[in-house]
């Protein structure tokens, strides 16, 4: 079993809409969740963490944490094509020391 | 300059080079990663340092040398490598990773 996983996608939303994007987990010692954006040919950058379980609201995201289901999403609200990038899902894993663990990505195109 | 800061930014290099990436951040993080990063492929943790010392080699193969001179700079010097080895390297630092990593912008390798 992968230690994380996510749809790899493409994922198309048309503009305006809702775009849901959804990570699972493997490590039930994890603590903390990250959400990367990362356009092509850029490298990822941060765009939201969650520590607890429940919803974070940052602007246009929202991360939602469910521990119980070993289970991260991240929602973007009235999407716009600025938004079309892969999302990384970063989950910490302590083996020793702590590093993240990233999935393969989402490739998510808004569509105008 | 702020940030994590990553040379060269595009890198060609025959089979029987000597090269080295270089790394630098200025945002008095403790601990600096290697990552490379395959198409269609996670991203891979090569190494990270904590507080200048090595503490993950993750299996990477010899020709790959990592090097930490301060916690500021970091290196890895390659040599004699295979074309599946191109690839993008970011390099990455953070303080602990509840707070996530701050990326370079990565330098685009190509072998030949």
């Known amino acids: 079993q992968k230690e994380v996983e996510q749809n790899s996608g493409p994922l198309s939303v048309p503009e305006g809409a809702i775009a849901s994007l959804n990570c699972t987990y493997s490590?039930?010692?994890?603590?903390?969740f990250f959400w990367y954006r990362q356009y092509s040919g850029k490298s990822p950058e941060l765009i939201m963490f969650?520590?607890?379980?429940g919803d974070k609201e940052d602007g246009r995201f929202t991360a939602q944490l469910n521990k119980a289901s070993q289970y991260v999403s991240l929602l973007i609200r009235d999407s716009q094509p600025s938004d079309s990038a892969t999302y990384l899902c970063?989950?910490?894993?302590?083996?020793?020391?702590?590093?993240?663990?990233f999935g393969t990505g989402t490739r998510l195109t808004i569509i105008p | 300059e702020t940030g994590v800061t990553q040379t060269p930014r595009h890198l060609v290099m025959g089979m029987t080079n000597k090269k080295s990436l270089k790394c630098e951040q200025h945002?008095?993080?403790?601990?600096m990663y290697w990552y490379k990063q395959s198409a269609k492929k996670p991203l891979e943790l090569m190494f990270v340092?904590?507080?200048?010392?090595?503490?993950e080699n993750n299996s990477v193969p010899s020709r790959f040398s990592p090097e930490c001179p301060n916690s500021s700079h970091l290196f890895l010097h390659l040599h004699t490598l295979q074309p599946e080895d191109s690839a993008l390297y970011l390099c990455?630092?953070?303080?602990?990773?509840?707070?996530?990593?701050?990326f370079g912008s990565g330098t685009r390798l190509t072998v030949v």
């Open positions: 340092y904590s507080l200048e010392e090595r503490v």
């Open positions: 970063a989950v910490n894993v302590y083996f020793g020391n702590e590093k993240l663990t």
């Open positions: 945002l008095g993080h403790n601990a």
């Open positions: 990455a630092s953070s303080h602990g990773t509840d707070y996530g990593y701050t």
């Open positions: 969650i520590y607890s379980n």
């Open positions: 490590d039930r010692g994890s603590q903390s």
